[in-house]
């Protein structure tokens, strides 16, 4: 068996999403190996992530006010790419497609109700002040992500700027951050607009 110390931090890695037991064991065991200086880093950049916050703007993780996406003024101002959370952004920037901005979500719309924590009225808010053009939605081709997307189709069409969805190169009930580059490139850049 092994020690409290050691089985207590099987139980934090177990914790995490996609972490059974067994790979909790291994990661634990990896960092027993590791030297101190390489296990304190480790620690410090654990401890470091509370310094982050959502992004003011696009609800993305940020160090500052807005994030680096969102303060960068190379960036189309006028295009805004919905996603459900941050990982899929980090999916969609991996492509080197799309150049424009984004808006996190925090979620999806579920069958049972429409959940008042998502970020739609910022959405909405921003599509009006910030002159937007277009609205890609790229929620995740599964249930809820197609009906949050019908959702906010129906709340933007109102306002009059073009909305696309991404194009059908993802799989129904795929997760955008495990779509391979070269799919979500092809996505979109196959977008399609919703009449």
Request: proline content about 4%.
């Amino acid at each position: 068996m092994y020690p409290k110390s050691f089985q207590k931090l099987i139980k934090n890695f177990s914790d995490l999403p996609s972490i059974g037991p067994k790979h909790a064991e291994r990661l634990v065991l990896f960092l027993f190996k590791k030297n101190l200086d390489e296990i304190q880093e480790f620690a410090d950049n654990l401890l470091a992530i509370k310094n982050l916050r959502f992004c003011r703007q696009c609800h993305n993780i940020a160090e500052n006010e807005l994030c680096q996406i969102c303060a960068n003024s190379r960036r189309d101002h006028k295009t805004i790419c919905v996603v459900e959370d941050p990982l899929d952004i980090i999916s969609i920037e991996r492509t080197h497609v799309y150049q424009g901005l984004y808006h996190v979500l925090g979620g999806v719309i579920t069958a049972s109700e429409k959940d008042a924590t998502l970020k739609i009225p910022d959405l909405l808010k921003r599509i009006g002040e910030e002159k937007i053009t277009e609205v890609i939605l790229a929620t995740n081709p599964t249930t809820e992500g197609d009906m949050t997307a019908l959702y906010l189709k129906r709340k933007i069409h109102p306002l009059g700027v073009k909305i696309t969805r991404l194009g059908r190169g993802l799989s129904t009930g795929a997760d955008l951050e495990y779509a391979d580059e070269l799919t979500l490139s092809e996505a979109l850049t196959n977008r399609k607009e919703l009449v």
